[in-house]
Every structure is written in structure tokens, then in C-alpha cells.
Nanobody, 128 residues
Framework: QVRLTESGGTFVHPGGSLNLSCQVSGYSQEYRYLNYLAWFRKTSGATREEAPEAVAAAWTGGETFYADNAEGRFTISRDNVKGVVTLSMTNLQPADTGLYSC???????????????WGQGTQVTVAF
């Protein structure tokens, strides 16, 4: 059974930086066969029914995709040997507060939440 385990979420002040990490386990094939690894988030104002919003995605071949509000501030990277995807975030703002979840294997466009495997999430809080 595929399992995604996030870590690194914490409280930071506006303008601060944070690195999130997600470990994939239980995948029976080489990690490079996970076409996309991605980060999504659900902000505190989102309802339970709302889909999480995309932050960034990394294709197994190296190409990366970013949501508009992440471009230039966040960097996604993946290690196909270790099965790890990381999200480096800089200049964090209160609007970035939310539950950040990683996802693996997209069934469609990588910045849409159509992924087969999801983690439970790690909380990031940005406040004064």
C-alpha cells in the first residue's frame, strides 16, 4: 500500500522560509514511475468540500510546474532514488497558511487534484 508521509510544517513569521518533505513508501515499482509528485494545500478558509489548491508539481523527468502564487517563491524537487519530494518556501505570507499535502501519480494535469495517492498533510502557519 502506497503511503505518503509529510514533515516540516510549523509556525513561521511573515517573510520567513520553510522546507517541507514528503517520503513515499510502499510503492512496488521504482519511484521514477510515479509520473508526478506534487504539493497541494488547503487553507483555513476552505470548506471541507472544496478541493485542495495546487502549489507545485514535479514530473519524473525533471520539469516542474507552479501555481501563480508559488512561482518565484517556492521550489519543488524530487529524488527518484529515495522517493522524496521537497518543497522549499521563501517569503512566506499569512495567505500561505494551510495544511500542505503531498500527492503522487497524476491522472491528468499535474496542477489539478486528480492524484491517486495522498498524504495526511503537515500544517504551516504564517503569522506575526
Amino acid at each position: 500500500q502506497v503511503r505518503l508521509t509529510e514533515s516540516g510544517g510549523t509556525f513561521v513569521h511573515p517573510g520567513g522560509s520553510l522546507n517541507l518533505s514528503c517520503q513515499v513508501s510502499g510503492y512496488s515499482q521504482e519511484y521514477r514511475y510515479l509520473n508526478y509528485l506534487a504539493w497541494f494545500r488547503k487553507t483555513s478558509g476552505a470548506t471541507r468540500e472544496e478541493a485542495p489548491e495546487a502549489v507545485a508539481a514535479a514530473w519524473t523527468g525533471g520539469e516542474t510546474f507552479y501555481a501563480d502564487n508559488a512561482e518565484g517563491r517556492f521550489t519543488i524537487s524530487r529524488d527518484n532514488v529515495k522517493g522524496v519530494v521537497t518543497l522549499s518556501m521563501t517569503n512566506l505570507q499569512p495567505a500561505d497558511t494551510g495544511l500542505y499535502s503531498c500527492a503522487a501519480y497524476a491522472d491528468g494535469y499535474p496542477l489539478r487534484p486528480g492524484y491517486r495517492f495522498w498524504g495526511q498533510g503537515t500544517q504551516v502557519t504564517v503569522a506575526f
